[in-house]
């Protein structure tokens, strides 16, 4: 069974930072591109970066390119999100997610963890 679990959100003040954590286990994790994606309140989920399985290569919404930086560790089956100049819309339940590296579809996704920026 494939699960996927995101630590690291809170609480934090407009200007500053939050690493995020997100951890897969039931998966052979370096074959897997991993990307974060956020749901904020009352908007749809978005896309926010991703990095392929063993080229790490990474890709970036515009809204959070040069204040954000996705890595990877596949030797512990985790993949990081490091939020810097955090804004309120920045706020939002932030999500894991893993897709093949040939596939379109993002096949498992984790539970998501809350992200509060106060202004």
């Known amino acids: 069974q494939v699960q996927l679990v995101e630590s690291g959100g809170g609480l934090v003040q407009a200007g500053g930072s939050l690493r995020l954590s997100c951890t897969a286990s039931?998966?052979?994790?370096?074959?897997?591109?991993m990307g974060w994606f956020r749901q904020a309140p009352g908007k749809e989920r978005e896309f926010v970066a991703s990095i392929t399985s063993t080229t790490y290569t990474t890709s970036y919404a515009h809204s959070v390119k040069g204040r954000f930086t996705i890595s990877r560790d596949n030797a512990k089956n985790t993949v990081y999100l490091q939020m810097n100049s955090l804004t309120a819309e920045d706020t939002a339940v932030y999500y894991c997610?893993?897709?093949?590296?040939?596939?379109?579809?993002?096949?498992?996704w984790g539970k998501g963890t809350l992200v509060t920026v106060s202004s």
């Open positions: 997610a893993a897709r093949t590296e040939y596939g379109t579809i993002w096949n498992y």
């Open positions: 039931g998966l052979t994790f370096s074959n897997y591109r």
